[in-house]
C-alpha cells in the first residue's frame, strides 16, 4: 500500500499527459491528472485538428474551380464562417469528451484545475486540495510567444484563431514557421486578403532550401502578399481596423494582425524551480532520454520540455515515460528520422536532412523533379509539384525525402517508413511505379540532378 494519495499525478491534459496516464493506469498505477483548460490540450483544442479542419474547408474554393475546369457546372458562392465556427466548436467538444472519456475508463482520475508543484511529492490543486504523488510527470506544452513592441497587445495568435467571431477582410500574418505559413494559406483559401511578413531571407528556416523555395513561390503565385525581410515596427487601432507600421516605413490597415512569432514552454509559475527542477534559457525542462528531471520523481515530456515539438512525438514520450516507470520495461523514445508535414498550401513533407545539412556530412547525390501534375494541369494551373531525394554517395542510403504537393503528407508518411530502415536509392529503384501518380517519381528518377 502506497503512501502516497497516487502513483503518478500528470499535470497536463494534451496528447502527452493523456497517453502518460492512460498507460500507466494500464499498467496498474493509481493516475490523476489536472487540466486548467480543456482536455485534450494544444492539438485537439487549438491546434493540429482545427487546423486541418481549416485547411480542408479553405481549400474548396480552388477544387471547385478546378471541377469546372473538369466540365462540371460548378460554382462557389461564399463562406459561412459562423456555421464553419458551431460545426467546429461541435466537433471539438465531441474530441474533448472522447479524450476525458477514455482516460476516464483507463480507471485515472481527472481533476479540473490548475496544479502547482509544491515539492517533489506535493501537488496543490487551484480548488485548494492538496495531493500527493510517488511520481509527477509535468506535460503542460507550450505557449505561444509575441514580441513587444508598441501596440503588440493588439495582435492575435493560434490560441485566439479559431474563435474569431468573422472571418476577417484582412489579415497580416506575422513570422515565418509552420504556423504562420499554414495560415497565410489558410486564410487566402477562404478569401481573406492576406499579407505575410517574415523577419529573414525565406520562410519555413530549418527545411530543405528547394522545397521552402518552392513552398515560397507557390504561395505568391496563389496570391499571398508574402514580404520577406520585413517586420513589424508598431500597431495601433484606428477606425476601420488595426493600423500596421512596418519597420521599412510601410503603412497597412487589416482587420487581425495574426503573430505567429514561435512558441514557449509552458514552465512557469509551476513550482518547478521551487521543488530544484533544472529549467533551460527558453524555460524548457531539462530531461535525459527516460524524460526524468534531476528530481528524480520528477518527468516531463512533450512541448514543454522542447526536444521535437510535435504531437506524435510527446505521444511517444509519455508512452515511453509509462513503460519505464509503471510497466517495468524501460525503454525511451526514439527522436530521430521523424517525418512531418506543414500544411501549407501546396503541403510540404519532409523526412531526414535537408540537402544543406546532408552535404555537411560527406559527398552526396541530389534527385530533384519539379513537374506539372496531371491533375491540376488539365484544369489549368501552372503549379509545379517538387519531389527530391539527398542520397549518401558512398552509402547509397537515402538521408532525405522533401515533397512539395497536394497529399505531401500522406506521401512522406509512407517514404518516412523506407528512410527509417535506411533503404538506399537502389531500394527506391527497384521498387515499381504505381502509375500514374506524382510519387511515382520518387523511384524512377535515374540521374543526380547534381553532386555535392
Ligand atoms: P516556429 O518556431 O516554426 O517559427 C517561428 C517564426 O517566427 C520563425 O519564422 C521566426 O523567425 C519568427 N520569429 C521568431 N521571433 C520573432 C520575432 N521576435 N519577431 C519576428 N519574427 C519572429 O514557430 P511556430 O509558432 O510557427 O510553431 C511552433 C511549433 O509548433 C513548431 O516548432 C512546430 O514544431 C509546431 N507545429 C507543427 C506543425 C506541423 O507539424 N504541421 C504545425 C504547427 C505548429 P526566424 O526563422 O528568423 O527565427
Not at 156 to 165: C, R
Not at 329 to 358: N, Y
Amino acid at each position: 500500500m502506497s503512501d502516497f494519495d497516487f502513483d503518478l499525478f500528470v499535470i497536463g491534459g494534451g496528447s502527452g499527459g493523456v497517453r502518460a496516464g492512460r498507460i500507466a493506469a494500464t499498467h496498474g498505477a493509481k493516475v490523476g491528472l489536472a487540466e486548467e483548460y480543456r482536455m485534450g490540450g494544444t492539438c485537439v483544442i487549438r491546434g493540429c485538428v482545427p487546423k486541418k479542419l481549416m485547411v480542408y474547408a479553405s481549400g474548396y474554393p480552388g477544387q471547385v474551380h478546378d471541377a469546372a475546369q473538369y466540365g462540371w457546372d460548378a460554382e462557389i458562392r461564399g463562406f459561412d464562417w459562423t456555421k464553419f465556427r458551431g460545426k467546429l466548436d461541435a466537433e471539438l467538444d465531441r474530441l474533448e469528451a472522447a479524450y476525458r472519456r477514455n482516460l476516464g475508463s483507463s480507471g485515472a482520475q481527472i481533476f479540473d484545475a490548475r496544479a502547482t508543484i509544491k515539492d517533489p511529492h506535493t501537488i496543490t490543486l487551484s480548488t485548494g486540495e492538496t495531493l500527493t504523488a510517488k511520481h509527477i510527470l509535468v506535460a503542460t506544452g507550450g505557449w505561444p510567444f509575441v514580441p513587444e513592441f508598441p501596440g503588440s497587445d493588439l495582435a492575435i495568435t493560434s490560441n485566439e484563431v479559431f474563435k474569431l467571431d468573422a472571418q476577417p477582410e484582412r489579415v497580416l500574418v506575422v513570422g515565418g514557421g509552420y504556423i504562420a505559413c499554414e495560415f497565410a494559406g489558410i486564410f487566402h483559401g477562404l478569401g481573406t486578403k492576406v499579407t505575410q511578413y517574415y523577419r529573414g531571407e525565406q520562410v519555413l528556416r530549418g527545411f530543405d532550401d528547394e522545397a521552402r523555395g518552392h513552398v515560397a513561390d507557390a504561395m505568391r503565385e496563389r496570391g499571398i502578399d508574402l514580404q520577406v525581410g520585413q517586420d513589424v515596427a508598431s500597431m495601433e487601432k484606428v477606425a476601420g481596423g488595426i493600423q500596421v507600421t512596418a519597420k521599412n516605413g510601410d503603412v497597412i490597415v487589416v482587420d487581425q494582425v495574426l503573430y505567429a512569432t514561435g512558441r514557449n514552454p509552458n514552465s512557469t509559475g509551476l513550482g518547478l524551480e521551487e521543488a530544484g527542477v533544472s529549467l533551460g534559457r527558453k524555460g524548457e525542462i531539462l530531461v535525459d532520454e527516460y524524460s526524468q528531471t534531476n528530481s528524480p520523481s520528477i518527468y516531463a515530456v512533450g512541448d514543454v520540455t522542447d526536444r521535437v515539438n510535435l504531437t506524435p512525438v510527446a505521444i511517444r514520450e509519455g508512452h515511453a515515460f509509462a513503460d519505464t516507470v509503471f510497466g517495468g520495461t524501460p525503454r525511451t523514445a526514439d527522436h530521430e528520422l521523424i517525418a512531418s508535414a506543414v500544411f501549407t498550401q501546396p503541403e510540404m513533407g519532409t523526412v531526414g536532412l535537408s540537402e544543406e545539412d546532408a552535404r555537411e556530412k560527406g559527398p552526396i547525390e541530389v534527385y530533384s523533379a519539379s513537374f506539372r501534375p496531371m491533375q491540376s494541369l488539365f484544369a489549368g494551373h501552372e503549379e509545379k509539384v517538387l519531389m527530391k531525394l539527398v542520397v549518401a554517395t558512398d552509402t547509397r542510403v537515402v538521408l532525405g525525402v522533401h515533397i512539395v504537393g497536394e497529399h505531401a503528407g500522406e506521401m512522406i508518411q509512407m517514404a518516412g517508413i523506407a528512410v527509417k530502415m535506411g533503404a538506399t536509392k537502389e531500394d527506391f529503384d527497384r521498387t515499381v511505379a504505381v502509375h500514374p501518380t506524382m510519387s511515382e517519381e520518387l523511384v524512377t528518377m535515374k540521374t543526380p540532378t547534381r553532386t555535392a
